[in-house]
């Protein structure tokens, strides 16, 4: 993937900014059954907030 690229979040609709391997979501930090929860849900990416929530436990599984 070439440089940054504008996704829709599947979880709540919002527009971001995807970065392929060098993104953002790469200092998130969740967990493995977190990431099979999101595995299970979604085909893409999700927004920077979505994906905090699930890092908190607020959305999704707790992380532990």
């Not at 391997?21 to 999101?38: A, F, G, K, L, N």
Request: glycine letters at 10%; proline letters at 5%; charged letters at 20%.
């Amino acid at each position: 993937m070439r440089g940054p690229v504008q996704k829709t979040c599947e979880c709540c609709g919002q527009v971001f900014q995807c970065g392929g391997y060098q993104c953002w979501c790469s200092r998130v930090t969740i967990t493995e059954v977190q990431m099979d929860w999101i595995a299970a849900r979604y085909q893409d990416c999700l927004c920077p907030f979505c994906l905090e929530k699930i890092a908190s436990g607020e959305l999704g599984p707790r992380s532990g």
